[in-house]
């Protein structure tokens, strides 16, 4: 019985030889190399190819081998076998680098002292106070809290809201459909990192930039999305940056990846992209935990992370 | 008997709004208009021109109203009267907003992904942990402690190093000349908040950056100095950044300033600067702080924050 990596998008290389050397004892087949489907018993995947799964008699359990599931439940013909998450302390220090990077982007405006620098300008504008500045955070799962949490002790306001309640002593949480007109009349940054499900999908549109804070320190809200693509509609985006609904947007995630040529994001002034890297998973990191997971399992343990297949996360 | 503001390089009108609105039972002269020199009691004081306060006979205190105090001792007519550093939460919070956002920026490689975005080119590298990046934060003041502490908080390893010994029990802590080349050995990235005084002039040149780690994340060490200009060689942060002794550099502070329009900083491709803007300080913040002073000395009290004259901070 063995293992298989299935692997889109990454360098597939780098988990190969990181396996190779954390489990000696354990075989695996590499996707799309997999000669003895029937041998297959854990997958190991990231944006796994739909179908291929399905041509595995005997597999026991799905690994996700980075943030979230919605990669994994894509495919329509998933066998009905426990998904597990990755739940890593790894995966939430590198998310809130990149969050706590992009507000402050945003806050200290050094998109314009670049270009002040560019035009050998000297020259002071101002500046906030990080009091001032509301940040909030759509989405309060692991990686949704550590960001809020650090921004917080950065000394922003920060307000969160996710789908279902949640209680946090240091983050004035709002939940459901109720609170987040609410919410979102209180924003000025815009920070979110919700599972992409049905319930979400599309939530960042046209309609959700209008309700947005238009009076913070910066005029116009900030959108930064580094949960998943499909929780944008990036036409509504462009159109919000056009008619100053939005001033600037950060986006790590997009409705197609990789971003396509054609996209007018690549040059908007008022855009910044980076290549889906925001929480980037280490090979090492991740596969001790899913071999950790595996030997629990195997010894009639309960495995952590078990993803609820009706909720999506 | 009145308050002098004595402002150069800012914008004087907003002290004086704020100063009027703030103690409107207070006459005060502005600088250059001193009418009645022998009526100033206290100057409030931003790189004032030298020997204009050795024209105000009965001067009783000098107040610094931004971080630092050496573009007051640098007035070589200076009356001997208390000088009363200006401590302000307001400022630590922006001083690591700065800091952390450098940090970052060089941390996540956000140029290398500011020119992927500008090539079209949608490309991840290779992404250390913050647990592998190493911050030295020379100047553990109340700045450099809150920067520090901030930085640690996001996951990275922080030393600290000052000229007199400190004992933090967060922060791995060097000191004087014998802990310095152990600081600088196991550091990555140089954050340089320390005060300017004879003992720190131009502390921060070749021999030193030689000193800094090279086998850390970023291959290069990289600076951010946010403290003074005259800490600072800038002929030697141009040439090693040329001989690969440096990779990158942040600087908020110049030698002159503003910086001249004939230096290579503006355009050289690993250097960003910033206009003295780190921590920018809020005139009604830093006056509210300095009157309330005003009031516990006129009321006999002692006041906090006096400079000792022989350390120069």
């Given at each position: 019985m063995s293992l298989a990596l299935l692997i889109n998008d990454w360098d597939v290389a780098a988990w190969q030889k990181s396996l190779a050397q954390l489990a000696p004892d354990r075989a695996f087949q590499t996707a799309p190399d997999?000669?003895?489907?029937?041998?297959?018993?854990y997958a190991l995947s990231?944006?796994?190819?739909?179908?291929?799964?399905?041509?595995?008699?005997?597999?026991?359990i799905v690994f996700s081998l980075g943030a979230g599931v919605d990669h994994i439940f894509g495919?329509?013909?998933?066998?009905n076998v426990p998904v597990v998450r990755v739940i890593d302390p790894d995966l939430s220090v590198r998310m809130s680098e990149y969050i706590v990077l992009h507000v402050l982007i945003h806050h200290r405006k050094q998109r314009v002292y670049d270009a002040f620098q560019a035009d050998g300008k000297w020259k002071e504008i101002s500046q906030a106070a990080a009091s001032a500045m509301r940040v909030g955070v759509m989405g309060l799962g692991i990686l949704g809290i550590d960001a809020a949490l650090k921004l917080k002790n950065l000394g922003f306001q920060v307000n969160g809201w996710s789908r279902t309640a949640k209680n946090l002593d240091e983050i004035n949480c709002y939940s459901d459909a109720d609170g987040l007109e609410e919410f979102l009349n209180q924003t000025d940054i815009l920070v979110c990192l919700l599972p992409h499900t049905p319930a979400t999908d599309g939530i960042l549109n046209f309609k959700l930039f209008e309700?947005?804070?238009?009076?913070?320190?910066?005029?116009k809200p900030v959108l930064i999305n580094a949960?998943?693509?499909?929780?944008?509609?990036e036409a509504d985006i462009l159109s919000a940056l056009e008619n100053g609904v939005l001033g600037a947007a950060t986006l790590?995630?997009?409705?197609?990846?990789?971003?396509?040529?054609?996209?007018?994001?690549?040059?908007?002034?008022?855009i910044t992209i980076t290549p889906h890297n925001a929480s980037a998973s280490d090979p090492d990191t991740i596969l001790k935990n899913v071999l950790r997971q595996i030997e629990i399992f195997e010894a009639g343990g309960t495995m952590a992370n078990i993803v609820d297949p009706v909720q999506g996360y």
């Amino acid at each position: 019985m063995s293992l298989a990596l299935l692997i889109n998008d990454w360098d597939v290389a780098a988990w190969q030889k990181s396996l190779a050397q954390l489990a000696p004892d354990r075989a695996f087949q590499t996707a799309p190399d997999i000669t003895c489907p029937e041998d297959v018993r854990y997958a190991l995947s990231w944006k796994p190819t739909p179908g291929q799964m399905a041509q595995m008699p005997n597999l026991e359990i799905v690994f996700s081998l980075g943030a979230g599931v919605d990669h994994i439940f894509g495919d329509n013909q998933l066998p009905n076998v426990p998904v597990v998450r990755v739940i890593d302390p790894d995966l939430s220090v590198r998310m809130s680098e990149y969050i706590v990077l992009h507000v402050l982007i945003h806050h200290r405006k050094q998109r314009v002292y670049d270009a002040f620098q560019a035009d050998g300008k000297w020259k002071e504008i101002s500046q906030a106070a990080a009091s001032a500045m509301r940040v909030g955070v759509m989405g309060l799962g692991i990686l949704g809290i550590d960001a809020a949490l650090k921004l917080k002790n950065l000394g922003f306001q920060v307000n969160g809201w996710s789908r279902t309640a949640k209680n946090l002593d240091e983050i004035n949480c709002y939940s459901d459909a109720d609170g987040l007109e609410e919410f979102l009349n209180q924003t000025d940054i815009l920070v979110c990192l919700l599972p992409h499900t049905p319930a979400t999908d599309g939530i960042l549109n046209f309609k959700l930039f209008e309700k947005l804070s238009h009076d913070g320190p910066l005029g116009k809200p900030v959108l930064i999305n580094a949960g998943r693509g499909g929780l944008q509609r990036e036409a509504d985006i462009l159109s919000a940056l056009e008619n100053g609904v939005l001033g600037a947007a950060t986006l790590d995630v997009f409705e197609t990846e990789p971003l396509e040529a054609s996209s007018p994001f690549w040059t908007h002034p008022d855009i910044t992209i980076t290549p889906h890297n925001a929480s980037a998973s280490d090979p090492d990191t991740i596969l001790k935990n899913v071999l950790r997971q595996i030997e629990i399992f195997e010894a009639g343990g309960t495995m952590a992370n078990i993803v609820d297949p009706v909720q999506g996360y």
